[in-house]
């Protein structure tokens, strides 16, 4: 093999491989989806959601956690897919949602409500 024959295998060769490595940085990597923390009960022990409302993006997820005065649950109407109608019985039990389409969903808690025990999640597009 003549060096010429071996300069031009190796320039192939680096040519080959800074494309492919290029092509790895180049690429768009999906965002990674959130997930919020919701307390259950405020830490003085008031029956309400903590925070009461958050805004989220499509695909993030919600995290509802028993903090105090429990047992809570998550009930949201006409959205039977996001609730979580069983009681939540044990401290710091956690109820999880993912939201994958944009809008306002209001929820309540059903032991609490007439305390006034709700909350809103907002999902942006």
Not at 7 to 29: E, P
Not at 36 to 46: L, P
Not at 69 to 90: C, M, R, T, W, Y
Request: net charge positive; charged share 20%; proline share 4%.
């Amino acid at each position: 093999m003549n060096i010429s024959s071996f300069a031009k295998k190796l320039g192939l060769a680096i040519a080959s491989l800074l494309f492919v490595v290029g092509s790895l940085f180049m690429t768009a990597s999906p965002a990674a989806a959130d997930v919020i923390t919701v307390k259950m009960g405020s830490d003085s022990g008031q029956l309400v959601f903590d925070p009461k409302v958050v805004t989220i993006k499509a695909g993030d997820t919600v995290k509802w956690v028993n903090n105090k005065a429990f047992p809570h649950n998550i009930v949201f109407d006409g959205h039977a897919e996001l609730s979580h109608k069983k009681l939540a019985q044990k401290p710091k039990a956690e109820l999880e949602s993912t939201f994958n389409e944009a809008g306002e969903f209001s929820y309540y808690c059903s032991p609490h409500r007439g305390a006034g025990m709700q909350g809103k999640v907002i999902v942006q597009s």
